[in-house]
């Protein structure tokens, strides 16, 4: 299993593992927050706004990102050609960790001081394994 490989592997894990501990605000509160931020997220991509796509970004994330690359977060994001993932049909909130699952795509988001950031982008479920995504944080 590859380096970036095994760190989705392991980040999925975690996010799909953790219980509903801490977390400020009611469950319907931090569901609605992940929609939003979802929501950002995916107007930023369909806009092809990739610095806006960046914004919401994980610092890990937007590391990983430029680090694979070699070009800024903007650019290294335009060069997956991620398609907008449609519509949030669902949101799963686990404390600090969250899913939204879109009408085309899943993503994983984690809370900062400065709110939810996108951790995992492009994911797709495999039967019986994590999800494989094409934007992830290290």
Not at 33 to 38: E, K, L, M
Not at 104 to 120: I, N, P, Q, R
Request: net charge neutral; with cysteine; charged share 25%.
């Amino acid at each position: 299993m590859t380096r970036s490989a095994y760190a989705a592997t392991v980040t999925v894990s975690v996010l799909l593992a953790v219980g509903t501990l801490g977390g400020c605000g009611t469950v319907a509160e931090r569901r609605d927050d992940v929609r939003d931020t979802a929501a950002v997220f995916e107007k930023a991509l369909s806009d092809k706004a990739y610095d806006r796509v960046c914004a919401v970004l994980a610092p890990p994330t937007v590391d990983e990102l430029e680090q694979s690359s070699g070009s800024p977060c903007p650019k290294a994001v335009s060069e997956e050609s991620l398609k907008p993932g449609g519509g949030v049909r669902r949101t799963d909130v686990y404390g600090n960790q969250a899913r939204a699952v879109l009408s085309t795509d899943t993503l994983f988001l984690s809370h900062f001081t400065s709110g939810w950031k996108v951790v995992a982008a492009g994911c797709e479920p495999r039967p019986e394994e994590p999800y494989q995504c094409r934007i992830k944080g290290g």
